[in-house]
């Protein structure tokens, strides 16, 4: 089966993840960018995922850094777990992760394989962390990755450039802008 379609992803878009310092400013921007993606690719027909993170308090989904604190977050049903306000969720699809890649543990890879996924989009926080290794991830499936420079973000600019750098330097991601992805969607439209 050939792998030809794009799928947006947006990578924790969650309450908790715009408290913090440098996020929070930008909250605005990143939900107005990712909004005009999801528009975007629901002109398109292209699937849209939604990936957020929730951990179980019986610390069973607990990374080895809350182990050792002793502390957990990002607990199913807290309102940090809640999408920011203002992003438009209708028709997306949610995936529930656990770690920083929105592959590991979940059934990712599957729905991309199923949907005939080739290329993902991606969108959100954070960019070294979460949007990075969800992008690695990717290239190790064989899926091109995408990263929306104007869509993503960090608690600090230097963290966000060096990674966007590495991956593009690594080949394993492309850089594109909203505009420039919506113009691609937009032509691939009137081709078919």
């Not at 878009?13 to 993606?37: H, K, P």
């Not at 069973?60 to 977050?73: D, I, K, Q, R, V």
């Not at 991309?112 to 993902?120: A, D, H, P, S, T």
């Not at 989009?121 to 990263?147: E, K, M, P, W, Y």
Request: hydrophobic share 40%.
């Amino acid at each position: 089966m050939t792998h030809t379609r794009d799928a947006l992803v947006l990578v924790d878009l969650q309450n908790a993840f715009f408290d913090e310092e440098g996020l929070a400013e930008r909250q605005t921007e990143i939900v107005d960018a990712a909004n005009r993606l999801i528009d975007a690719a629901h002109a398109a027909g292209l699937p849209i995922y939604m990936i957020t993170t929730e951990h179980s308090r019986d610390e069973s989904t607990w990374t080895l850094n809350m182990l050792e604190a002793g502390t957990g977050f990002l607990f199913q049903g807290d309102e940090g777990t809640q999408i920011v306000p203002g992003l438009k969720t209708t028709d997306t699809t949610k995936v529930e992760k656990t770690r920083d890649s929105a592959f590991f543990g979940t059934d990712l890879n599957m729905r991309f394989v199923n949907k005939r996924i080739g290329r993902i989009i991606l969108a959100g926080v954070s960019t070294h962390g979460c949007v990075a290794q969800t992008t690695r991830d990717a290239f190790a499936h064989n899926i091109r990755a995408t990263i929306v420079t104007d869509a993503v973000a960090d608690t600090r600019d230097d963290y966000h450039r060096t990674q966007i750098n590495q991956l593009e330097a690594d080949r394993q991601a492309t850089l594109a802008t909203v505009d420039e992805i919506i113009a691609r969607w937009q032509a691939e439209a009137s081709r078919s």
